[in-house]
């Protein structure tokens, strides 16, 4: 079981870890894609502020994930993996909730995939 609740927390803290820090890296593009992608939806005043929080979302659930791995092979505690994995699928809902507002709805069909990994996790890592 610590092989697959490890194996969920790697694959989350590659995923929320590589998106996370490619909208810090390169914040002024990213910034400027999600306003436009946000224009015409009730969203769009707060494109910005959006912006910041789900960067935040993704690096922490990265970052947690990351150490939450670490704390199941090296301890057998899931703890820090379940709290990453709560980060990663709040993360994830609020990019659907863009996309569905966005009326992208073939990207938001993409995120289920993502969503149902996180489900997992949750499932995995909370032991019950």
């Known amino acids: 079981m610590w092989l697959a609740q490890g194996l969920v927390g790697a694959f989350l803290a590659v995923l929320f870890l590589q998106s996370g820090l490619d909208k ?4 002024s593009g990213n910034k400027a894609y ?3 992608y946000l224009e ?3 969203l769009r005043r707060l494109s910005g502020l959006l912006f910041l929080t789900i960067t935040l979302l ?7 994930s990351a150490a939450g791995v670490m704390s199941t092979f090296l301890l057998r505690e899931t703890g820090l993996g379940l709290l990453g ?7 994830i809902v609020g990019l659907f909730l863009g996309q569905r507002l966005a ?3 073939a990207s938001a069909a993409g995120m289920v995939p993502y969503f149902l990994t996180t489900l997992v ?4 890592l909370g032991g019950r």
């Not at 810090?24 to 914040?27: C, K, R």
């Not at 993704?58 to 947690?64: C, P, T």
């Open 24 to 27: 810090v890296f390169d914040w």
């Open 34 to 36: 999600i306003s436009g």
């Open 40 to 42: 015409k939806t009730p």
């Open 58 to 64: 993704e690096v922490s659930a990265g970052v947690v």
């Open 85 to 91: 994995a709560f980060l990663a699928s709040s993360s």
């Open 103 to 105: 009326k992208d709805y």
């Open 121 to 124: 996790a949750l499932v995995l």
